[in-house]
């Protein structure tokens, strides 16, 4: 079984398709370092680097030319750093009064990724992207403003059905909070039928937050990493190399260790409180937010004491200072420097992720944010035989921080392809009447 892999980043998503036996034969990338670790990992496959408008004719060319098989699937991850539904209402306003809207060009690689489709054909087609994907409006080749599910469908035509769904990973056994949009579309005759009775091709989950009708409870921080040698964002304590090579923090300064030291399990930096050994007194005001009622706006309070309230002692919390040695509390949202919870899943990796300002980022006990290793961890990496290293040398740090945090977990896309091939097996029929049954009922 055949694949190309669109918006393939580093190739972590594609793990999920080969261990269900499904064969990256293309893909293609715009950053060199990488397509480099995904040529590294999948060196069977063809790369084409590049702008999709610029490859998009040499990828249909290459596989028609090179493969007699059908294109079992395709897998398409756009970026999502342009996708969000604001404003769509006032959108659609300016243009039908003739103005054209300005709008996230990213959002439009979406027209060559169905132009590839609709000439390959593929058998299943998989999107996987923000939630936000699903409101989001682009202006289409003809200059019209469309949703883009919408424009999904209608490029692919009455040939394939299909539709998006949410999703949440720690549903599927993933030790981390992080909803995805799974847009799932197929030509299969039996794909139809399946989707024909059940509305969906997503596989059931086997996670619930309480673990309840026969559900297993989310995977918590403390299931995936309690226990791993300790670290500290310190010179001398940052990494253990004797454990895992990938076992390793960035350092914190003093002033970041000292805010990142008196924050408690699941709080913020922010909320820290008075550690004068002489007062202690604990009932400063903390930080918080509010919705500005005028624009709807969700804004961080200004005011939140940096000295203590009692004794006037300066507070462990983020602050600036200026040339002239003037300090204030540091802008940011109850979110920042904040500690996660031991018995909950992670909050959702992003490519910031070992930084300690990043939302909710900060190691659950120890005073750093996770190792570049327990990310592997989080995002099920670790299940599967994937290496960061290109001719025996680890890859920088950087390059490996943002491969994993945009990357979607493999083990996700490793059920949904493998509900796909279940739904293919011509066994499936069999419990065909059935599903009907249940569906009448």
Not at 87 to 112: F, T
């Amino acid at each position: 079984m055949n694949a190309i892999s669109l918006f393939s980043s580093a190739g972590i998503g594609d793990l999920g398709l080969h261990t269900n036996g499904i064969n990256t034969v293309v893909n293609s990338e715009i950053l060199p370092d990488r397509m480099e670790l995904f040529s590294a990992n999948f060196p069977q496959s063809k790369n084409f680097l590049g702008d999709i408008w610029e490859t998009k004719e040499d990828i249909i060319k290459y596989y028609k030319e090179n493969y007699d098989e059908e294109l079992f699937l395709l897998l398409a991850t756009p970026p999502c750093q342009g996708m969000s539904p604001n404003g769509a209402g006032k959108l659609l306003s300016e243009y039908r009064k003739g103005l054209r809207p300005k709008l996230d060009e990213r959002n439009r690689l979406i027209i060559p990724t169905l132009d590839v489709i609709t000439a390959l054909k593929p058998k299943w087609v998989v999107f996987e992207n923000v939630p936000k994907m699903k409101d989001t409006v682009i202006l289409d080749e003809n200059d019209r403003l469309v949703n883009i599910i919408e424009y999904i469908r209608e490029r692919l035509g009455t040939d394939y059905v299909g539709g998006a769904e949410v999703v949440d990973v720690a549903d599927y056994g993933v030790p981390q909070n992080r909803k995805r949009l799974i847009t799932i579309f197929t030509r299969s005759e039996v794909g139809k039928e399946y989707f024909d009775i059940t509305g969906s091709f997503i596989p059931e989950s086997t996670h619930s937050q309480n673990g309840k009708n026969g559900k297993r409870k989310w995977l918590t921080l403390r299931e995936a990493i309690f226990g791993l040698p300790e670290l500290e964002g310190r010179k001398g304590k940052e990494k253990d190399s004797s454990f895992h090579e990938l076992h390793f923090v960035n350092l914190l300064d003093d002033k970041k260790y000292t805010w990142v030291k008196h924050t408690p399990e699941g709080d913020t930096a922010f909320n820290n409180q008075c550690i004068n050994p002489h007062c202690g007194f604990a009932g400063n005001r903390k930080h918080g937010a509010t919705i500005d009622k005028k624009d709807g706006i969700n804004k961080y309070n200004t005011d939140t004491p940096l000295y203590c309230e009692k004794c006037n002692s300066l507070l462990p919390r983020p602050y600036t200072e200026d040339k002239s040695g003037n300090i204030r509390i540091m802008k940011g949202y109850t979110s920042a420097y904040k500690r996660m919870f031991w018995d909950e899943p992670a909050s959702t990796l992003t490519m910031n992720f070992q930084y300690a300002c990043s939302d909710n980022k900060l190691h659950p006990e120890q005073n750093r944010v996770l190792s570049i290793y327990e990310a592997t961890i989080i995002q099920t990496i670790n299940n599967y035989n994937y290496s960061f290293k290109i001719n025996g040398k680890l890859v920088k740090t950087g390059l490996i921080r943002d491969s994993i945090g945009e990357s979607v977990p493999p083990k996700l896309i490793d059920m949904v392809c493998s509900n796909i091939l279940s739904i293919e097996r011509v066994e499936h029929n069999r419990f065909k009447d059935a599903y009907k049954q249940l569906a009448l009922l």
